[in-house]
């Protein structure tokens, strides 16, 4: 095809698009029904991109950058950057879901705060969190120096540890509910369900999170491990370390970085804890805290959805979310903060 | 020579050991997944008298109105597989020419925006999610709630940032030679992306789609907000939830779904292991 032809039919289409989207628009403020009008506009963009694409020009280069920008820009400014800033927003007012008659300044902060089951599910969240990055660190290297000693049926071992990670936490959680109110009062005779008891229960969150997370931290610490460099490893044997020595002077220090990713990924991955927490407890039992009765089990990210989807409260559920995204931005702050001071010092 | 044999012997068989507690969850589905209800109160932990219960159970499971396997695994499947496909294309296509124009301010911009997000819990734009999306559904009659369009849709906004920043950093290490040769043949800049720059990103494509997959497979939290709980779509852990909340404690058929939903990723694994475990560990590092 010549340059000519090329260029009337890119702007043909051009045209075509444009006289479509016109229309679609024309026919959304009219506020017809269906979605013919929702297709029609999408037909016209569509129709302009391809148009602009054939169309030579001397700009070329530029137009397909910013056509290659636009499907993610777009779906990401859409879904995650205009809800965001709407939430934000959203804490401040009286926002029901629909409908937001007047901005309460910081009430709702307020409100929250004054909230027994909040503070509860904040404490026990941040309190879990470093139960959990302890449990799931030691239990993840332990395993990695395991699997990187010299045994035999290494790779399948590896291969079994980490399968509870890649089963989705709600499946899993309805599997240990059953382990710990049927499996395990079989087999302790007598024995009432970890699940009755508020204390109990957290701990049984606890041990199915480091069940499902520490195969997945070992392959990390593996991964670390076996980058430390073999002719070290060698001369420190010459020298006549100790495979304690060995661990304490030389391979842990050389994985520092490995600790502070993994340290990380554990601090995020419970602190956001969801899935398990709904399946397996969903916030029972029941406990009695002074004069008020509440869910023992209730971690931040459950406290915020049974706020929003359960009691209706957007305003207060999205004021919790809020905070819960501060906390999460300081954490993710510090580490960049951590990891460039050691790329630095390195 | 033989203490060390025996230390190596130890730890296999501590290995051995270990392993058998971390797949006793698994187990103990299998095996009671062939129980009818009165031998699980039995004993969950005794073997099955008869394997064919299990056939009976799982039978009983796949039809029931709540779970039906078959049309939610076909959900969960096309929503995960069309996610994938386009997240990996569009997110290539971004991340080429953020990455190819890093000096310049306002991609530097742009990339510094989506990294930030990437620290954007789901739980902060739930809420709000649902008023813009019905916002645009009322604007263009596009319905996108309880759609597969607007969950993929949703897909492609929150995976967007960690493929692209993952991305980015590869394509920065592909020499720029390569693109400036296929522009002297006379490639078009997208002819070049597609023809040249898109095959070689396999390696770090096959992270991104790992990562991506294994999420958006087993999330719960999006599709209860964007499908419902009871809506008509319902992916495999929706589905799953959605049955146990209607047979409370009837583990025989619990179970069976449970075993139901586990199959096809542990099908996924024994078949892709390696790559797999190399993924998601390449995901968290970077």
Not at chain 1, 56 to 67: A, F, M, Q, R
Not at chain 1, 114 to 143: M, P
Not at chain 1, 228 to 245: F, H, I
């Amino acid at each position: 095809m010549n340059t000519a032809a090329k260029k009337s039919l890119s702007l043909g289409m051009l045209v075509v698009g444009a006289v479509l989207m016109v229309a679609a628009l024309i026919l959304d403020f009219m506020g017809t029904k269906g979605a013919m009008r929702g297709y029609l506009l999408i037909a016209g963009a569509l129709l302009i991109i391809v148009g602009l694409l054939k169309l030579p020009n001397k700009k070329h280069t530029k137009i397909v950058n910013g056509l290659f920008l636009f499907p993610m820009v777009f779906t990401f400014g859409v879904t995650v950057m205009i809800p965001f800033i709407l939430g934000i927003i959203y804490s401040f007012t009286d926002w029901n879901g629909v409908s937001v008659t007047q901005f309460v300044g910081l009430e709702n902060y307020i409100t929250m705060f004054r909230q027994l089951d909040f503070v509860y599910s904040f404490i026990l969240t941040l309190l879990f969190t470093i139960v959990n990055i302890v449990s799931v660190n030691i239990a993840g290297f332990c395993l990695a120096l395991l699997c990187t000693s010299k045994i035999k049926g290494k790779n399948f071992f590896r291969a079994a540890y980490f399968l509870p990670n890649l089963i989705g936490g709600i499946v899993l959680g309805y599997v240990w509910q059953f382990i710990f109110n049927k499996v395990f009062t079989t087999v302790f005779v007598g024995s009432n369900s970890m699940l009755t008891d508020a204390n109990l229960a957290i701990l049984a969150i606890l041990f199915v999170n480091t069940w499902q997370y520490a195969g997945y931290i070992m392959m990390i610490y593996v991964t670390g491990l076996q980058s430390v460099p073999s002719d070290v490893l060698e001369a420190s044997n010459v020298d006549g370390a100790s495979p304690l020595t060995t661990l304490f002077k030389i391979k842990i220090p050389m994985i520092a970085n490995t600790f502070t990713v993994c340290i990380f990924l554990t601090l995020v991955n419970s602190f956001k804890l969801f899935d398990l927490n709904l399946s397996i407890t969903n916030g029972a039992p029941s406990r009695v805290l002074g004069d008020k009765i509440i869910q023992s089990t209730e971690f931040l990210a459950l406290n915020i959805y049974k706020t929003a989807i359960g009691k209706n409260d957007y305003a207060l559920g999205q004021t919790k979310a809020v905070v819960f995204f501060v906390i999460l931005a300081i954490v993710s702050l510090t580490q960049v903060s951590i990891s460039k001071k050691k790329e630095v010092e390195l | 020579m033989k203490a060390q044999k025996n230390r190596r012997l130890m730890g296999t068989i501590l290995g051995a050991v270990i392993a058998l507690f971390v797949l006793s969850p698994f187990i103990l589905v299998v095996i009671n997944t062939a129980k009818t209800s009165e031998d699980i109160v039995i004993s969950p932990i005794a073997l099955p008298e008869n394997w064919g219960q299990m056939i009976t159970n799982l039978s009983n499971v796949i039809n029931t109105s709540n779970f039906s396997y078959w049309t939610s695994f076909g959900s969960s499947l096309f929503i995960t597989a069309v996610s994938l496909i386009l997240l990996t294309v569009f997110s290539c296509m971004a991340a080429w020419v953020l990455s190819r124009h890093h000096r310049e301010k306002w991609s530097n911009a742009i990339f510094m925006i989506f990294v930030a997000a990437m620290v954007i819990p789901f739980q902060v734009v739930m809420l709000p999610i649902l008023t813009v999306f019905k916002g645009i559904g009322a604007f263009t009659g596009i319905k996108l709630l309880q759609s597969y369009k607007g969950i993929i849709f949703a897909y492609l906004g929150f995976g967007g940032s960690m493929s692209i920043f993952i991305l980015h950093g590869f394509i920065k290490g592909i020499p720029y030679e390569l693109e400036e040769a296929a522009w002297i043949d006379g490639c078009s800049p997208e002819g070049t992306f597609f023809r040249v720059i898109f095959p070689l990103l396999r390696p770090v494509q096959m992270t991104v789609l790992i990562l991506n997959g294994l999420w958006i497979w087993n999330d719960y939290l999006l599709p209860s907000i964007m499908l419902g709980l009871n809506g008509k779509i319902k992916t495999l852990p929706i589905a799953v939830s959605s049955f146990v909340g209607s047979y409370v404690k009837q583990w025989d058929l619990i179970l069976a779904a449970a075993f139901l939903a586990m199959i096809p990723i542990v099908l996924l694994f024994l078949l892709a292991q390696k790559q797999i475990i190399q993924g998601m560990v390449d995901g968290a590092i970077k």
